[in-house]
């Protein structure tokens, strides 16, 4: 739902690299695709910006360097004034061998400061009798279903959006 590789919530604040510099490792040194989807509402932070271009700034495919990154932006119906409604609560990632699924924003605060669970699951390495590829493969799907769809906006191409707190 959020990217911040920060303690925001603290005072002072502080980087939190540990995510950011385990994405730019994948794709710099090992040239792992990445594709990042994440939310944006009326609510969100906008301190959030420069750290979601920053990622984005590194794609380089003529050096096989691939980072992208849209916001997920569902355009509000009806008033309401329930905060955080209308965006993807999703938070999760999938790879070719693994799923993550939890509870945390990919922010500092949520690993360091909160109690959250996750869930890891690693099918590769399961008994053969046992393995099936079904929670990664749903996962891709609706990752795919999400990046692909109408609300999907890549950052390059957000402009002005009302319904997005990143774009004002």
């Known amino acids: 739902m959020e990217y911040f590789p920060t303690i925001f919530f603290e005072k002072p604040q502080k980087y939190w690299p540990f995510i950011d510099d385990a994405i730019r490792t994948a794709a710099f040194e090992r040239k792992v695709k990445v594709r990042m989807l994440?939310?944006?509402?009326?609510?969100?932070?906008?301190?959030?910006?420069?750290?979601?271009?920053?990622?984005?700034?590194?794609?380089?495919?003529?050096?096989?360097?691939?980072?992208?990154?849209?916001?997920?932006?569902?355009?509000?119906?009806?008033k309401s004034d329930i905060p955080f409604t209308r965006i993807n609560h999703n938070k999760y990632m999938?790879?070719?061998?693994?799923?993550?699924?939890?509870?945390?924003?990919?922010?500092?605060?949520?690993?360091?400061?909160?109690?959250?669970?996750?869930l890891v699951v690693s099918q590769s390495n399961a008994h053969p009798a046992w393995r099936t590829d079904a929670l990664q493969s749903q996962l891709k799907e609706v990752f795919n279903r999400d990046w692909h769809s109408q609300f999907a906006v890549h950052l390059d191409d957000l402009g002005h959006n009302p319904h997005c707190a990143l774009s004002q």
Do not use: E
Not at 94 to 118: E, H, L, M, P, Q
């Open 38 to 78: 994440i939310s944006c509402g009326r609510d969100s932070n906008p301190a959030m910006l420069p750290f979601l271009q920053s990622l984005a700034s590194l794609d380089y495919p003529h050096h096989h360097i691939h980072i992208h990154i849209k916001l997920f932006i569902v355009p509000v119906g009806n």
């Open 94 to 118: 999938v790879t070719d061998k693994t799923a993550y699924i939890g509870t945390s924003n990919w922010a500092g605060d949520y690993f360091v400061t909160t109690a959250r669970v996750s």
